[in-house]
């Protein structure tokens, strides 16, 4: 096994990204964050969609009096699946060399993976069939994932992250609103809207990947040592804010779906919507609207102003807000406030969140590796777990559900606060 070629074992002296070799200086054109932004929307559309609406949808129609069982084992085969996956996908990306580009292959082979497997879970009615399937649309999605969030760091200059973490960010809302209207109220079969959002995924990588360039990676950028050495995380003390910053982003997003996973079954079991499916689009898209503002100007502020942290925590803060509100009136009206609240809060720290990662990275060598670790632990499967927990102990109050979600995100706010190397 080869020895990589500086010591590993101590804590460095964190580098800023303005003197850091490694950081690119050339700036990337309009054209390619906005083909960035629809590859991540095929990505998303992958993801939100299943967790937020299709997954209960289909353990719906599995079997309704185990609904709720069934979603969350769905969820959390998923979840974990694409945790387990990440760490390999990102080691064989970093270290692939080809021509024609090692980010775009992982991506467009994960694309492509995962959309097939997709296809097909809506159109069988066995639970083991639909499980396996499942794991295989999330090793496509480790794929996909370490390539594209690796293009930051790789491609775009600092004093642009905030735009391309943007162009990552906004797209989950899109994908959330956009195929939520198209799985309730266009198509309403459920075998149909798997393939159908299969399709549409896929149709929206392409451009990008496969009419925008990737340069060469430099030479120093090689990972070295062997397959051990190279799976293995960075070391704790070696790199605390690194995983400071992976604590914030697990424990923010969990705080998140774990309100957001179950809303279908909130409008219609608590707040007795005649139509929840309807009821639940309505939220989605005034959550759409406020999470894109949001998105779009703490990216410019990001860019312009580089302090981070401040935007990360008035994420959480309105989130929190969301949550408690929810908590304390369960009501039509409160929720429509509680999707803006949430909207601006989620929005803010889509937007900022992955470019402060991208600044707490421990080793230029294993990009993909590092950032796909953290897009892949905010997967871990919290959200199912407490929420089953919390709906099953206490007879499905959903009152005690989103107090579980404003703790979760306040814990997350905390763990920001941890981070010393970025402001």
């Known amino acids: 096994?080869?020895?990589?070629?500086?010591?590993?074992?101590?804590?460095?002296?964190?580098?800023?990204?303005?003197?850091?070799?490694?950081?690119?200086?050339?700036?990337?054109?309009?054209?390619?964050?906005?083909?960035?932004?629809?590859?991540?929307?095929?990505f998303w559309l992958l993801v939100m969609l299943p967790s937020q609406v299709m997954l209960a949808q289909l353990a719906r129609d599995l079997d309704p009096g185990r609904k709720v069982r069934l979603a969350s084992t769905f969820q959390g085969v998923m979840l974990v699946a694409i945790v387990l996956a990440v760490p390999l996908a990102g080691f064989l990306c970093d270290r692939t060399r080809l021509a024609w580009g090692r980010r775009r292959a992982w991506a467009l082979g994960g694309f492509t993976l995962a959309a097939l497997a997709f296809a097909l879970v809506g159109q069988?009615?066995?639970?083991?069939?639909?499980?396996?399937?499942?794991?295989?649309?999330?090793?496509?999605?480790?794929?996909?994932?370490?390539?594209?969030?690796?293009m930051i760091a790789d491609q775009v200059p600092v004093n642009q992250r905030g735009r391309a973490s943007a162009a990552f960010g906004a797209p989950q809302v899109v994908a959330l609103a956009?195929?939520?209207?198209?799985?309730?109220?266009?198509?309403?079969?459920?075998?149909?809207?798997w393939w159908a959002i299969a399709v549409l995924a896929l149709a929206c990588c392409l451009p990008f990947l496969l009419g925008v360039g990737e340069p060469a990676p430099p030479a120093r950028t090689r990972p070295v040592g062997g397959l051990l050495h190279n799976l293995t995380p960075p070391r704790p003390r070696r790199a605390p804010d690194y995983y400071w910053?992976?604590?914030?982003?697990?424990?923010?997003?969990?705080?998140?779906?774990?309100?957001?996973?179950?809303?279908?079954?909130?409008?219609?079991?608590?707040?007795?919507?005649?139509?929840?499916?309807?009821a639940a689009l309505t939220l989605?898209?005034?959550?759409?609207?406020?999470?894109?503002?949001?998105?779009?100007?703490?990216?410019?502020?990001?860019d312009r102003r580089p302090r981070r942290k401040p935007l990360v925590l008035a994420g959480a803060a309105f989130q929190i807000a969301a949550a408690l509100s929810l908590?304390?009136?369960?009501t039509w009206e409160t929720a429509l406030l509680a999707a803006a609240l949430l909207g601006v809060g989620y929005?803010?720290?889509?937007?900022?969140?992955?470019?402060?990662?991208?600044?707490?990275l421990p080793d230029e060598r294993t990009r993909a590796r590092d950032l796909g670790l953290v897009n892949a632990?905010?997967?871990?499967?919290?959200?199912?777990?407490?929420?089953?927990?919390?709906?099953?102990?206490?007879?499905?109050?959903?009152?005690?559900?989103?107090?579980?979600?404003?703790?979760?995100?306040?814990?997350?706010?905390?763990?920001?606060t941890r981070i010393r190397s970025v402001s």
């Open 1 to 42: 096994m080869t020895a990589p070629p500086e010591d590993r074992t101590g804590p460095q002296e964190p580098v800023g990204p303005a003197e850091d070799p490694s950081v690119p200086r050339t700036p990337v054109t309009p054209a390619w964050l906005w083909l960035f932004a629809l590859a991540w929307l095929g």
């Open 124 to 150: 069988s009615d066995s639970v083991p069939v639909v499980c396996g399937l499942l794991v295989l649309v999330a090793f496509g999605q480790a794929g996909v994932l370490v390539a594209l969030s690796a």
């Open 178 to 193: 956009g195929g939520m209207a198209l799985v309730t109220e266009v198509i309403h079969d459920v075998s149909t809207a």
């Open 245 to 278: 910053a992976m604590s914030t982003r697990v424990l923010i997003n969990a705080g998140n779906l774990v309100g957001t996973a179950y809303l279908l079954y909130y409008v219609g079991d608590a707040l007795h919507r005649p139509d929840p499916e309807g």
């Open 284 to 302: 989605t898209l005034v959550y759409l609207v406020f999470c894109l503002v949001a998105t779009y100007a703490a990216g410019l502020i990001s």
């Open 327 to 330: 908590a304390v009136s369960p």
């Open 347 to 360: 929005g803010t720290f889509l937007s900022v969140d992955q470019v402060l990662t991208t600044e707490v």
């Open 377 to 416: 632990a905010q997967n871990l499967p919290i959200a199912p777990m407490v929420g089953f927990a919390v709906l099953t102990l206490t007879n499905e109050n959903y009152r005690a559900l989103y107090a579980a979600s404003a703790l979760i995100v306040l814990l997350g706010a905390w763990s920001v």
